[in-house]
């Protein structure tokens, strides 16, 4: 089977690989198409000072510089210009009239921040210290409450719409090892996987199957779950696998695992991106066996 990965960071933002290194190596991997996914500006809109998000006065250049890796491929590998926006509760979101009118292939709406009751604002997958004193500092000691805060925002995230692929939708289990935290099999924790399940079925968002926890920080499995891909197939929520690449060399990083919890969760077929006409996207769909 072929594979793609719409899921990749370059040195505009956090990657460490070039554009065109990008491309040559998904190419020697036989890839279908490589769709850049660069997180999305976001200082002008929070004031936040990042390392990890394209500088604003290189925005341009980052749209120019995949148009123009297009043009260079053409005929050996699709590429695709794509971006990861962060939903920031009363900030930011991918539904924004701005990202609509930029001409790109697709967005995926990404839920990073949190903000929390008190405090500053916080990254769910930034180390395990910053996200102990998130709980301690933002959520008066309340991890529960910060695992809620986080399915608030992708909810509202998924509500809101104006983006194509729901970016690793649990990645707040990232620093959550053996449950230290709040346990994924509580009431709680699945009565909220169950609600996104049930808001992405009346949708026509794509869920993304994520390895990028594995490839980078070892994390046992995908994004989402075993346990919520299961609800999202009950939904029939169509799924593509991705890397989350932050280099070239994981840019197939442990898709056969991904495919394997997909067939565990019972779907037969994920999707492939065929690109975008008048600003909608086109997918097919492609056996998992
Ligand atoms: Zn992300
Ligand atoms: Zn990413």
Redesign the pocket.
Known sequence: MRYSCL?T?STFCDGQDAIETLCSRAYEKGLLSLGF?S?APVYRKTGFRTDWHIPEDRFEAYLDAVRLARLRWEGKLQVFLGL?IDYIPGCMGPGDKEYQDLGLDYR?G?VHYVIPPQGAPFTVDDSPEVFARGIREGFSHDPEALMEAYWDAVEGMIRTGGFDIL??ADLIKKNNPQGRWFSLESPGYQRRIQGIAETLGASSIVVEVNT?GINRYRIPDTYPSLAMLRRLQAKHVPVIITA?AHRAEDLDGHYEEARETLLQAGYTHMVLFQGSSQGRPCWREEALE
Do not use: K, L
């Open positions: 899921h960071h996914s997180h990861e995926i990404s970016g690793h990028g989350d």
